[in-house]
């Protein structure tokens, strides 16, 4: 099994940063791409930003020029880090890791994921 957990939300004012973490553990044999996506109320999950395991990254239009995405292979982490923070957007922020597991089955998984509020 893998477990995919997310830290680092809370509430910030607007202008604030915050740094999301996502650690992926378990029965792993490689992750793949990794990724941040945000859900808030009434809308759906959308993607925020991703990470291939060689680093190439891409972005909402949203977040271009404000979040920052990495990773540490060595630690199976990834990073968002969210600068000059919106009231739009506040959402429940999701990690996704795209893990081949030691018995050869390729899945996503998702973390339970971490609010993140911005307030005006």
């Known amino acids: 099994q893998v477990q995919v957990v997310e830290s680092g939300g809370g509430l910030v004012q607007a202008g604030g940063s915050l740094r999301l973490s996502c650690a992926a553990s378990?029965?792993?044999?490689?992750?793949?791409?990794m990724g941040w996506y945000r859900q808030a109320p009434g809308e759906q999950r959308a993607l925020v930003a991703g990470i291939s395991s060689r680093g190439s990254t891409n972005y909402a239009d949203s977040v271009k020029g404000r979040f920052t995405i990495s990773r540490d292979n060595t630690k199976n982490t990834v990073y968002l880090q969210m600068n000059s923070l919106k009231p739009e957007d506040t959402a429940v922020y999701y990690c996704n890791a795209d893990v081949t597991t030691r018995n050869w089955r390729r899945t996503n998984y998702w973390g339970q994921g971490t609010q993140v509020t911005v307030s005006s």
């Open positions: 378990g029965s792993i044999w490689a992750i793949h791409a």
